[in-house]
């Protein structure tokens, strides 16, 4: 029987067990991930755990809704259990009787086949390392290759052990202008996230430097199982003509090949983004998005005309 449980009644050891065994893992379905990013989180459970899957619940403009966390790409079902269609589409049902709006993203073992919620593929792209690292490097594009090239010219450097801040303060001088959606709370608990991870062993932070040790390019890399996810980057205009990134993941690359793990790119839908992930010679892998709106109408309406506005 799939039941819905607060978060105060989750037995957090068989959770985080039913998700490391899980055939789909994924860093962001464990428990102390989720409550990092959403303290409040909820679930729904498969009798003694068997299958688990995480509900985060918000509230905004007196509307309560389900909605999926700030730096977490994938949740929906995880189980050691057979995935099928069937499986998802039980603990789908129970979802949507929980809230009638519900905008959320299941991870890319969750298949759906039926029409009791608006589905849509987002995209992720996933790089094998089984291989050596000069076959991988062989299926890089041309422009990747030129930008070793200029990467190895500026003479850059490799660090693989550089604090959080050093990757959030990059990414807020540059990037982070031209996001409004993210906020001081939201970088707040990014830090709080990283750090949680670096202490379980489950996160690499690596970043580049210049010939003068100026820090210019840093990636984040969370790790479970065999997937390693470049959840969080940065970089400057310095960057983007040095090569800078493209060196570092070129770096992470050779350093995990021949081993039993994906590197996961985390995206992504935007064009250009995606043309960067694909020139390393990464597979496209889809991922369903979910959506519900069963709000009265004369709520509806507002609702939709306000989140034009955000």
């Known amino acids: 029987m799939i039941k819905y449980l607060e978060n105060e009644n989750i037995d957090k050891k068989k959770w985080d067990s039913c998700v490391r065994h899980s055939v789909n893992s994924r860093i962001y379905a464990f428990s102390w991930f989720l409550s990092s990013v959403a303290p ?3 679930a729904l459970v498969l009798d003694d755990y068997q299958a688990v899957f995480p509900v985060v619940r918000g509230k905004k403009f007196g509307l309560s809704y389900i909605y999926q966390p700030v730096f977490t790409q994938q949740l929906g079902l995880f189980t050691p259990l057979l ?8 603990f789908v049902k129970k979802l949507i009787t929980l809230s009638p709006l519900i905008q959320m993203n299941l991870n890319s073992y969750n298949k759906l086949n039926t029409n009791i919620i608006e589905t849509k593929n987002k995209v992720n792209h996933e790089l094998d390392l089984v291989s050596p690292y000069e076959i991988l490097k062989k299926n890089y594009s041309t422009n990747i290759k030129r930008n070793l090239k200029k990467a190895y010219k500026a003479k850059l450097s490799i660090f693989k052990n550089i604090k959080p801040e050093a990757v959030i303060e990059l990414f807020q001088k540059n990037k982070g202008k031209e996001i409004s959606g993210l906020g001081n709370a939201d970088y707040q608990k990014l830090k709080h996230l990283l750090y949680k991870a670096i202490g379980k062993n489950m996160a690499e932070v690596w970043g580049v430097f210049t010939e003068e040790n100026s820090l210019c390019a840093a990636a984040v ?10 959840i969080f980057s940065a970089s400057n205009k310095e960057a983007r003509q040095n090569g ?19 590197l996961d790119f985390e995206g992504s839908n935007d064009k250009n983004l995606a043309r960067f992930y694909k020139s ?3 597979t496209v892998i889809h991922y369903p998005y979910i959506f519900q709106n069963k709000l009265p109408w004369y709520i509806s309406i507002p609702w939709k005309l306000k989140q034009r506005i955000q």
């Not at 993941?249 to 081993?259: C, V």
Request: proline content about 5%.
């Open 40 to 42: 409040d989180w909820s």
């Open 83 to 90: 995935i099928t269609p069937q499986l998802v589409e039980s």
């Open 221 to 230: 890399f969370t790790k479970n199982t065999r997937r390693f996810i470049f």
């Open 244 to 262: 800078a990134m493209p060196y570092l993941i070129d770096s992470f690359i050779e350093a995990h090949s021949q081993s039993k793990t994906i």
């Open 280 to 282: 390393f010679g990464s």
